[in-house]
């Protein structure tokens, strides 16, 4: 079995390296596996790798039929990509659900009704025969009013 890769520990122990070119380049390193493996697996778009040690190659995609399907049809995958040069250690793939990251919207508040409006209610709820109706839209005329002063 191959030895663990450790990613963020500089390789050539001569060459000092700054933890950002580290980190660039180990970015560039994901890139080229995700390359790798954007026509092997279904909808390649949705694939993010999260890990690749130890012969298990971790994914995370957004589907979760698709990532059943891969699941499911993990040895084959395995099978496909460890003829690749970049891959030849892998064993194992684990698939993990990634959530959509919700943007948050702004909340609409609701504007205040005109005092023309509460009282064009007050005086639909003074003619209107049933007593629960009329108490129902006298209350939401009232209550509309005191938001108005906020």
């Known amino acids: 079995m191959a030895q663990p890769h450790l990613f963020f520990q500089n390789q050539q122990k001569n060459q000092k390296s700054s933890p950002a070119k580290s980190l660039t380049q180990h970015v560039l390193y994901w890139q080229k596996l995700t390359q790798l493996l954007q026509p092997v697996l279904p909808q390649p778009e949705h694939w993010q ?3 690749y040690q130890n012969g298990i190659l971790t994914l995370s995609g957004e589907n979760q039929a698709m990532i059943s399907k891969v699941g499911y049809l993990q040895k084959h995958y395995v099978q496909q990509l460890s003829h690749m040069e970049a ?3 892998l064993q194992e793939i684990h698939v993990r659900l990634r959530t959509k990251s919700v943007k948050k919207t702004n909340e609409i508040k609701p504007q205040p009704l005109s ?3 509460q009282n064009m209610l007050k005086n639909a ?3 209107v025969n049933d007593p629960k109706l009329s108490q129902a839209m006298y209350n939401f005329a009232s209550n509309k009013k005191n938001n108005t002063s906020s």
Do not use: V
């Open 49 to 51: 790798i999260a890990r």
């Open 87 to 89: 891959f030849k250690d």
């Open 115 to 117: 005092t023309e409006t």
């Open 125 to 127: 709820a003074q003619m």
